[in-house]
């Protein structure tokens, strides 16, 4: 049983992750925000792709989790404001 403990953490991490879909949603939908012609698909490739750059760094793959967190909690004036920056994640 001990030995299947780390494959159900695993598992149960795994669904707890904001998904990169629902934080495009929210992302494109704010009109305070700037997107350009991005559109979902492109958002979502966008996100999976800075999600997967991160598996080695446990640092940064926490703090991306955060950001995709925040932007689902906050307004998005508040997005637009800065609540979500990582200089970590974002130089920008």
Known sequence: MKRFLPLLS???AGACATPCSSVCDKLLSC?????GSAGVKECELD???QESSYEDD???D???????ECVIEK???????GACHNSDLYAF
């Not at 009109?31 to 997107?35: A, F, G, P, R, V």
């Not at 926490?62 to 995709?68: G, H, L, P, Q, S």
């Open 58 to 60: 446990e640092a940064l």
């Open 31 to 35: 009109s305070e925000l700037s997107q």
């Open 62 to 68: 926490v703090a991306f989790e955060a950001y995709k």
């Open 10 to 12: 695993l598992i149960f």
């Open 47 to 49: 996100c999976a792709v």
């Open 75 to 81: 307004t998005c004036a508040e997005i637009a404001a």
